[in-house]
């Protein structure tokens, strides 16, 4: 009874407009914003690659920003609040509960006058309880922050709001930023995701490469990220993919690579540029290749080169993929492009190359655009391969010839670090 009477009283004296609930809520004080410090890494949006300013939350925010740290840190978390009421106290006190049972300390915080009613205080930038533990990936979404006021010294509090944040944990520091390698916020949000508890690094990689092998890569908003959604796609860099959610074979290597360096996980020579040899036959360079599956149907070109056969040829104006860029338009075809090996987010993707990127990591060959993984150089022609072709341009017409017989070429390799 003597506790119900005190907060009776404190009610009066500080604010008439103050109404009791049965969970104790102060409906006039309200949570303005939450920035987090104290070691927080930079974080890139998706578009544009600009770095997410504070504060983190912002109560008239439709999206609030993330945080991320390196395990082993504890968050660092300010707030501001106002409070709407004539008469107002000159200090009371401050505290915050987050997630993972990290407590932000009780603080006793001014209020600043103002000639109207509407009034505000500050909680300081304090370090939270304990630290995320060491050397584990974590993911929250959301990182909650549960926000307590008391006017009468910490005996009685009454909550005043919660903000929430979405708040990766990287196992170790992540490795430092380079040309095409950022720390955006799809690569965060894959990685800590889909890693989450993890520790060592073989547990970190085959975790990321989970969220490839459905065929549905995802971005931090749930967004698809697609494999030539637009056939002749002109997105080649990390950056765009994760700006325009469509892009090329580079890109996907990329972005697996980065979610396992934004763990800290070093991988060198793991970025993989493969070629046709480029050997001669019937005095052109076989320089292109056929993804699964396409259908060799009636030889035409048998007497111009018996070795390729099969012809296919285009309008070099507007070359073989004209708009809207979907499918393969041949004014001839021998050969003709099926559903075969699926991509990211699309059942037929583009499947004429001359090229094509995947990662490397401890030996295995990760093909993150479509998912799947290769023991050896060789068997990625066996598993993926339809055929071999080259082409030549005579009077505008671009003429195609394949051939089915994969032992007429084979594929090169150049290695470098991503």
Not at 25 to 46: A, E, H, M, P
Not at 120 to 130: C, E, I, L, R
């Amino acid at each position: 009874m003597k506790k119900m009477l005190r907060s009776i009283l404190i009610a009066v004296l500080f604010c008439s407009q103050f109404t009791f609930a049965q969970d104790f809520s102060y409906s006039n004080i309200s949570l303005v914003s939450v920035t987090f410090s104290g070691g927080n890494l930079n974080i890139r949006s998706d578009s544009g690659g600009a770095v997410y300013s504070s504060p983190q939350y912002l109560t008239s925010a439709t999206k609030q920003k993330p945080v991320a740290y390196v395990s082993g840190n504890a968050p660092r978390a300010a707030a501001s609040f106002t409070i709407d009421c004539p008469s107002v106290p000159d200090s009371v006190n401050v505290r915050g509960f987050g997630s993972d049972a990290i407590n932000f300390s009780s603080v006793k915080v001014v209020v600043n006058p103002s000639s109207g009613t509407l009034h505000t205080f500050n909680y300081p930038a304090k370090t939270g309880s304990h630290v995320f533990t060491t050397s584990i990936v974590r993911f929250f979404k959301p990182y909650t922050i549960n926000w307590e006021i008391s006017f009468d010294n910490g005996i009685t509090w009454k909550s005043i709001g919660a903000s929430n944040n979405t708040l990766y944990v990287t196992r170790s520091a992540p490795q430092t930023e380079g040309t095409n390698y950022k720390w955006y916020h799809t690569v965060f949000d894959l990685s800590c995701r889909n890693a989450q508890y993890k520790s060592l690094d073989t547990a970190i990689i085959s975790s990321v490469w989970g969220e490839f092998t459905d065929h549905i890569v995802l971005n931090y908003n749930n967004d698809s990220l697609f494999y030539y959604k637009i056939m002749n796609s002109p997105n080649v860099t990390l950056g765009s993919l994760l700006q325009n959610r469509d892009a090329e074979c580079y890109t996907f290597a990329q972005l697996f690579l980065a979610s396992i360096k934004i763990q800290g996980v070093v991988r060198t020579n793991n970025y993989v540029y493969i070629t046709p040899i480029n050997n001669s036959v019937c005095g052109n360079v076989v320089n292109r290749f056929l993804v699964k599956n396409w259908s060799f149907g009636t030889p035409t070109a048998s007497s111009t080169c018996s070795a390729f056969p099969y012809k296919n040829t285009y309008n070099s104006a507007i070359g073989s993929i004209p708009a809207p860029f979907d499918q393969y338009v041949f004014i001839t075809s021998d050969v003709t492009d099926l559903s075969g090996i699926p991509g990211s987010c699309n059942i037929r993707p583009a499947s004429y190359f001359n090229n094509h990127q995947i990662a490397k990591v401890d030996g295995v060959y990760y093909d993150a655009c479509y998912g799947v993984t290769f023991p050896t150089l060789g068997s990625i022609k066996s598993a993926a391969f339809s055929g071999w072709s080259f082409r030549y341009t005579t009077s505008g017409i671009t003429n195609c010839f394949f051939t089915n017989d994969l032992s007429q070429s084979d594929l090169s390799e150049s290695i470098s670090t991503f």
